[in-house]
């Protein structure tokens, strides 16, 4: 008796663009925009499905950079939907979704319950008029909290059978590094709570089974190629002296994977087609209702270098497979196919030879060597780019992977030379 | 390496072909137009290089023989290597007899030369040299420049404005139409899209309060209409009243004229009015029935008609009678007819019956036919007699036959009398051989004779004959039987002697069954008659029974029944007018005898009524009524207007309603209401404006609340940031790639290029017998310069064209010199370069060939036998195709 379960999720990001998507498409775009709130909807279908006793979310909602009123409002029908079913939710908020960037407007219901800020506060959950866990919150009034926050919350004197806290920021391994509220293992593991349901990192991991729990659900929905693999949250059943039962469900509805295909050897444009479409197959088999989205790295010295790097041979390639696919129900969408490959030129003969080309081969390779002279090269030849605004979008720090800079620029050359294209 | 042996197995037009015995220096290969020159060419460079992978440029044999072959080298190293490559590009090293296909053998010995250096440097032909003028200035000078540098027809200019095309495509510092600058483009406007749709976050809440301010200014508003409105209904009402308020007091100033209301008994004047028109009536009546009116006659009238009426009283009594002899007229006229024509009838028929009579039998009546039972027993049996008769007919018909036929059969031969014959015959041979004395024999024969006459009967057949005729006898005596028996029963029954045939007696026993229907027809057709008469007789006495009661009756039995019956309905009819006139009387009287005591009581009545007021007179009566009824009246009538003020103002208003209207005068009251009206017209209008302005704030919430671009747009736009990003890669690694090209560019020429020069220079000088001392390239590299005797500074195209050619040659010697610096020597190749040259060229170019093949093997191919002329004939080695 008196167990609860609830469901654990946190950094929604509802509303967020998708970053690192080379090509857009009308279809593909209507699709996305809509990946966030299909997650958050599978979430409150769990929580309604397996009859949770309540629902935490850890911060970033919304991006209040965004300033997207659809997000703040869609998000407000969903915990009408969850009160409608008589399940609370508790929400802190976080660096992204600070307590006054919320709609003064929005009218939350009755037990939808933010955390206030400055101080940690405790609710109690009650059912049948018995008190069944203690939950702990607090949330962040601006972007940046430098504090750390963990050590505001403490057991009361006479705490429920399951305590629960709700913390949204950066656990560090022995010192504290990152600006999102940061604090130690140690902070939390001796307070007494058996649960602790943090935010902010994106990536799912527990840290900790049990005595007490800790866990990052990370966000239901990838956004960047920097957030491959499943997504989704946690379905967490805690008993009085018991093991927590952690469950991880998946619920991301377009899951990003960035996949390498070895080329070696391959000497047809078909082989490749097949290997790229057994990559696609191996996603299909996880058994999530997610559609997919991929991007391609080819790698290898292979014969269909030549083709490989004409932007057109990618372009069909592209095209061949992303043909008639962000209609479907669960859509594979392929961002991109980066040639990594290597030109099945003998470059030792060439280098070998006496002539121009092979002094070219030879500057390259002297130039790979002498780092510093090449970052030189490159920072001056980045200032010839006259155009502040875009450099400003690109990024102040400029290109930094310099040997793949020199690489292709090679490829280009070379290419140039023995193929006149 | 020196190629030495060419052994071509099938390669285009060759087949089984052999060149042996190249050797270092100068090899001149003399083959007409279309002898295989270039073929051959190609097979050196395939066989040592590889053959090409399109199979049309493979040189398949035309005639013949494996596709392929095989060259034999010197190697510089001192190795003896055959090169053997089939046309699947296939190939095979031999040394010393032993076989290998070490790719990288092969490439050691080719001093990692490759088919496009080879062609590049070692191999130049005509087309070459031609082609090279054809080019403007600026290309000329490169393609030289990469002839030199040994890139073949690829130029580094090109290479080089190739890849500043990618640059200016993808970013140009003042260009509005690159990449860049059309991705900026977009990403400004993307960006200014999304800062529109984020406005909407703050003005949610602003739109918000503004809609909760406008809701609370409406309500508000409502109330103090629907106030106002109330205010207004109420005076309405009360000016709706005012006419009921006169009315009332109209009434109130009336009654106080009248008498007291006083308590009389209700309907008084109605029913003495009715008591009045009822006496009226009464008396009209009492008029009625003794004068008579226009439905009935009065009483005096009926009387006389009663008296005068008189009839016909004893046929009356005679109804049925006459009923009987009405209904069966028709019958009589009908029985007589039918009794003339049965009579008729009947005696055709007994006629008839007389005649048929006769011809049966003339004794006969028509008892004896009535009488003649069993006429189908009788015709049996006649039957059966005619059988019996045919039967023996038949028999002995049979029998006469058979007869005939055993006669027929019958030998003529009496064989009886043959017989006696014989015995006589034997007789006589007894007698004979008794005279003989032969006893015996004559004894035997007597015997013979003896046996045979009295053995006839057991040896002849029996002569059937006679029995035949003894039957034929018994049917006649049995023929003979039967007529008898036949006659006598004919005339039992027809009481007939004649002689008749079965078939005659047949035939009358028909006639008399005929006879007897008649006979019962006309029986029949009797009694039919009878019965006719009968009736008519009936009928007839009836009718003539009526004549003593009847005057006038006609005689005749029709027209007499036509008359009795008139004469009866006369005598009803009247008989019956009566009876109702009685009645009538009867009714009159009595009805009479009634009204007139109603009449007394209704007198009594009337006088009891006015004496219920204490009145004798009945106009009094009336008069005192009507005022007590008018006083009724204007009570009542007040009391209604004071309802009907109730009903319009409310329950329990109308002193309200009174009073206000004694204090207010009708005008002032209208023009109140009218003040009303149009404020209430003032701020119904304010309402329609609020709402408008609600709808339209709650439209605009709507619409923003509707919005749902916003991520989409920001996703493009990560997008396009991500395309700028790739494109500034890609822009960066071609200005990288560009800035190397130069660079090394600028180092080849400034160290590379000074060897290929002056090694260039140096041939060119020679080649052209001194005219021409020095080449030199510019460092910006865009030309070549070469120095005449005078050291006057020559731009290429300032050159004829044979001394362009020479330059040409020139340099790809010079090259080939820097190359091999570093390199295995291979064989040059020259196609028919010589072809453009005057005689003095000729012999120029062949000298420096001769010095420049003094250690190296140079191949000639040329189709003009002139051209060995121009070498030492001691030194070359001319082969023919």
Not at chain 1, 44 to 65: K, Q
Not at chain 2, 539 to 549: M, Q, V, W
Request: glycine letters at 6%; one cysteine or more; hydrophobic letters at 35%.
């Amino acid at each position: 008796m008196s167990a609860v379960r609830f469901i654990h999720t946190a950094d929604l990001h509802l509303d967020t663009p998708f970053r690192g998507l080379s090509v857009m498409n009308p279809e593909l775009a209507r699709r996305l925009k809509d990946a966030t709130f299909i997650s958050f909807r599978r979430i409150t279908d769990l929580c309604i499905a397996r009859n949770v006793d309540f629902l935490i979310i850890t911060g970033d909602v919304f991006d209040s950079e965004n300033k997207s009123l659809a997000a703040q409002l869609k998000f407000s029908s969903e915990m009408k939907r969850l009160s409608e079913n008589g399940i609370p939710t508790y929400i802190a908020c976080g660096n992204h979704d600070p307590y006054d960037t919320w709609l003064g407007a929005l009218n939350l219901p009755e037990n939808v319950h933010r955390f206030s800020t400055g101080k940690c506060e405790h609710l109690v959950f009650e059912k049948k008029g018995k008190v069944l866990a203690d939950i702990h919150g607090i949330s962040y009034r601006e972007a940046s909290v430098k504090e750390n926050l963990a050590r505001k919350f403490s057991l009361p004197a006479t705490p429920a059978p399951v305590s629960v806290a709700v913390l949204h920021g950066t656990v560090g391994l022995s010192v504290p590094h990152a600006e999102y509220a940061p604090f130690t293992l140690d902070d939390i593991t001796g307070k007494g709570f058996d649960y602790w349901a943090l935010g902010h990192i994106h990536k799912s991991r527990v840290l900790r089974q049990s005595d007490p729990a800790v866990v990052y659900p990370g966000n239901p929905q990838g956004r960047d190629f920097g957030e491959t693999g499943l997504k989704g949250c946690y379905v967490v059943d805690i008993q009085k002296d018991h093991e927590p039962k952690i469950e991880f469900i998946p619920t991301q509805a377009i899951r990003l994977e960035n996949i390498s295909i070895d080329l070696t050897g391959v000497t047809r444009i078909e082989e490749l087609e097949n290997k790229i479409t057994d990559a696609i197959e191996s996603f299909n088999d996880t058994g999530n209702e997610s559609s997919l989205i991929i991007r391609i790295l080819l790698t290898g010295r292979t014969a269909l270098h030549k083709q490989l790097i004409r932007k057109e041979e990618i372009q069909q390639l592209l095209e061949h497979f992303n043909e008639g696919q962000p209609v479907q129900d669960r859509f594979t969408w392929t961002d991109s196919i980066i040639a990594g490959t290597r030109p099945d030129i003998d470059i030792e003969t060439i280098r070998e030879g006496a002539g121009f080309p092979s002094e070219i081969l030879k500057t390259f390779e002297a130039c790979s060597k002498d780092t510093e002279k090449l970052k030189d090269l490159i920072m001056a030849l980045e200032d010839e780019f006259a155009n502040p605004k875009a450099k400003k979008i690109i990024g102040e720090s400029g290109l930094q992977d310099h040997t793949g800079i020199l690489e292709n620029a090679k490829d280009i050359l070379l290419d140039k030379i023995f193929t006149g294209k | 390496m020196i190629i030495k042996d060419i052994h071509i197995d099938g390669f285009g037009i060759f087949k089984g072909k052999t060149i042996n015995n190249l050797r270092k220096g100068i090899n001149i290969i003399e083959g007409e137009n279309e002898a295989g020159k270039s073929t051959l060419l190609k097979f050196i460079r395939y066989t040592l290089f590889g053959y090409p992978r399109l199979k049309e440029q493979r040189m398949m044999p035309l005639n013949g023989g494996n596709h392929g072959g095989r060259i034999r080298i010197f190697h510089s190293s001192g190795r003896d290597i055959t090169f053997e490559r089939n046309g699947s590009d296939q190939l095979t090293l031999y040394e010393h007899d032993q076989a290998s296909q070490d790719k990288t053998m092969w490439f050691q010995l080719l001093g990692n030369a490759n088919d496009k250096i080879y062609e590049n440097i070692y191999a130049f032909s005509l087309d070459e040299l031609v082609g090279t003028q054809s080019l403007s200035d600026s290309g000329m000078e490169d393609r030289i420049f990469s002839i030199g540098s040994g890139m073949g027809n690829i130029s580094v200019g090109s290479v080089g404005s190739s890849i500043q095309e990618n640059i200016d495509r993808i970013y140009n510092p003042r260009g509005k139409q690159q990449v860049i600058p059309i991705i900026m483009n977009k990403i400004a406007d993307l960006k200014k899209r999304t800062d529109e749709i984020q406005k909407n976050l703050p003005a949610y809440n602003e739109l918000n309060e503004a809609i909760i301010n406008l809701e609370r200014d409406h309500a508000n508003l409502e109330t103090e209409i629907s106030e106002a409105r109330r205010e207004k209904d109420r005076l309405a009402n009360y000016l709706k009243c005012y006419d009921n308020f006169i009315a009332i007091r109209n009434t109130e100033s009336e009654l106080s004229g009248m008498p007291e209301l006083k308590d009389y008994p209700p309907g008084g004047p109605d029913k003495l009015e009715r008591l009045e028109v009822q006496i009226t009536a009464l008396k009209q009546r009492i008029r009625e029935i003794e004068d008579g009116d226009d439905d009935s006659p009065g009483i005096p009238d009926i009387e006389s008609e009663l008296n005068a009426l008189s009839f016909n009283e004893k046929i009356l009594a005679e109804e049925a009678d006459v009923d009987y002899l009405d209904r069966n007229l028709q019958l009589l006229i009908q029985a007589v007819k039918d009794r003339d024509e049965t009579q008729k009838l009947l005696n055709i028929c007994n006629i008839q019956i007389e005649d048929d009579l006769k011809s049966i039998n003339s004794k006969w009546n028509g008892q004896n036919i009535t009488a003649f039972d069993e006429v189908l027993i009788h015709q049996d049996r006649i039957r059966a007699f005619r059988k019996e008769f045919d039967d023996i007919s038949n028999r002995r018909i049979e029998i006469s036959a058979s007869r005939r036929a055993v006669e027929d059969g019958r030998s003529r031969i009496n064989p009886g009398n043959l017989l006696i014959l014989f015995a006589v015959l034997a007789l006589l041979v007894s007698l004979a051989l008794f005279w003989q004395k032969l006893f015996l024999p004559g004894a035997l024969s007597a015997l013979a004779a003896i046996l045979i006459f009295f053995s006839r009967k057991w040896i002849l057949a029996p002569n059937p004959l006679p029995e035949y005729d003894n039957k034929l006898k018994e049917l006649d005596n049995q023929e003979q039987a039967l007529r008898a028996e036949y006659r006598k029963y004919i005339n039992a029954t027809f009481d007939l002697d004649d002689d008749l045939s079965t078939e005659t007696a047949l035939e009358l026993l028909t006639r008399i069954n005929s006879l007897k229907k008649e006979i019962s027809d006309s029986r029949g057709l009797n009694s039919k008659l009878e019965e006719k008469k009968s009736f008519i007789a009936e009928y007839t006495s009836r009718a003539i029974a009526f004549r003593e009661i009847l005057i006038d009756a006609p005689e005749e039995t029709e027209a007499l029944v036509r008359h009795i019956s008139v004469e009866y309905k006369n005598a009803k009819t009247a008989s019956e007018r009566k009876e109702a006139l009685e009645k009538l009387i009867y009714e009159k009287r009595k009805i009479l005898a009634r009204t007139k005591s109603a009449l007394d009581e209704a007198s009594t009545q009337i006088e009891a009524l006015l004496a219920s007021i204490g009145e004798k007179d009945p106009d009094e009566f009336r008069a005192k009524y009507r005022t007590n009824d008018r006083v009724i009246s204007l009570r009542d009538e007040r009391k209604e207007k004071l309802a009907t003020i109730e009903v319009i103002a409310g329950k329990g208003e109308s002193q309200k309603v009174i009073d206000y209207l004694e204090n207010n005068s009708k005008e002032d009251i209208t023009n109140r209401l009218s003040a009303m009206e149009s404020e209430i017209a003032g701020k119904s209008e304010s309402l329609k404006v609020l709402h408008t302005q609600l709808g339209g704030k709650r439209n605009e919430l709507k619409h923003i609340e509707s919005e749902s671009e916003l991520t989409e747009i920001l996703t493009e736009l990560e997008t396009e940031k991500q395309k700028l990003g790739l494109a500034y890669r890609e822009w960066i690694e071609n200005k990288v790639a560009l800035k190397i090209l130069t660079d090394v560019r600028e180092r080849f020429e400034r160290e590379k290029q000074p060897e290929v020069i002056r090694n260039s220079g140096r041939i060119f000088s020679k080649i052209t017998d001194g005219r021409f001392s020095r080449i030199s390239a510019t460092m910006d590299k865009k030309e070549i310069l070469v120095f005449d005797e005078h050291n006057t500074a020559k731009k290429v195209e300032q050159l004829s064209r044979g001394t362009r050619e020479q330059l040409l040659i020139s340099l790809r010697l010079g090259f080939i010199e820097e190359y091999e610096a570093h390199s295995e020597a291979l064989p040059v190749v020259v196609d028919e370069i010589f072809v453009n040259f005057d005689h003095e060229r000729t012999i120029r170019a062949a000298e420096i060939f001769s010095e420049f093949a003094s250690d190296r093997q140079v191949i000639i191919f040329t189709c003009h036998p002139s051209t060995a002329d121009y070498f030492d004939r001691k030194n070359i080695n001319l082969v023919r195709l």
